[in-house]
């Protein structure tokens, strides 16, 4: 289910949650995935970094796919191009995330589908850093 516009639902989202799995994570400081998930860091998240091409980011272990990460995950954070939204709402579902968030740009009415499929809440193109400012601080 959709929920990028229901303040109460992210609000809810983001105090509950605990894990995120930053699929697309970056080694490289200047990516505004790197950066995203320093910021989910700094702010008391446990950030796991998924990405099949590089194998640590800074000196942490960078997972090949969200079946590998070692513990539940709460927030799938996307930083994939659209077309390939779809397939980690379904890898999502599989591992019993709690929620998928694809950032600005990141849309896909097949996602949408297969997080309705999965029961699964879903946020696309939305900044998490931006609507964790803004609705907790």
């Known amino acids: 289910m959709l929920i990028t516009q229901n303040d109460t639902a992210l609000r809810n989202l983001l105090t509950s949650a605990h894990v995120i799995a930053v699929v697309g994570h970056s080694d490289r400081p200047y990516r505004t995935s790197y950066q995203i998930a320093a910021y989910l860091r700094r702010v008391g998240y446990k950030v796991y970094p998924v990405n099949p091409e590089i194998s640590s980011v800074d000196g942490e272990i960078c997972y090949p796919s969200l079946a590998d990460v070692p513990e539940p995950i709460d927030i799938v954070n996307v930083f994939r191009r659209s077309e390939f939204l779809a397939d980690v709402v379904e890898q999502a579902a599989k591992v019993k995330a ?5 950032q600005l740009g990141v849309e896909s009415k097949a996602a949408v589908t297969a ?23």
Do not use: S, Y
């Open 98 to 102: 709690k929620a998928v968030w694809a």
């Open 115 to 137: 997080a309705e499929v999965a029961h699964l809440p879903l946020i696309m193109d939305a900044c998490i850093k931006v609507v964790h400012r803004n609705l907790i601080g």
